[in-house]
Nanobody
């Protein structure tokens, strides 16, 4: 059973920082492209950042320079360091694991940025 468990969500003031973590339960974690997505109320889920098995990263334009994704293959975890948070970053953030036809999601964690 593949499980992705997010942690680190919460309420923060604009300009503040938060760090999200995602722990994965499967043994071949290092071969997966991992990512963070978010969904704000009334909007579609959108990509925030991804990191490949080789460590290549990709960011949404809206978070470039503010968010940093990283992975620790020894611990089967990924992290998302979020700095200079804005009210428009408010959303449910989801961890994702993708490899060929396999696509897994975490349950999501709420981030609320107050102005």
């Amino acid at each position: 059973q593949v499980q992705l468990v997010e942690s680190g969500g919460g309420l923060v003031q604009a300009g503040g920082s938060l760090r999200l973590s995602c722990a994965a339960s499967f043994s071949i974690f290092s071969t997966y492209t991992m990512g963070w997505y978010r969904q704000a109320p009334g909007k579609q889920r959108e990509l925030v950042a991804t990191i490949t098995s080789g460590g290549n990263t990709n960011y949404a334009d809206s978070v470039k320079g503010r968010f940093t994704i990283s992975r620790d293959n020894a611990k089967n975890t990924i992290n998302l360091q979020m700095n200079s948070l804005k009210p428009e970053d408010t959303a449910v953030y989801y961890c994702n694991a993708k490899r060929t036809w396999n696509n897994y999601w975490g349950q999501g964690t709420q981030i609320t940025v107050s102005s």
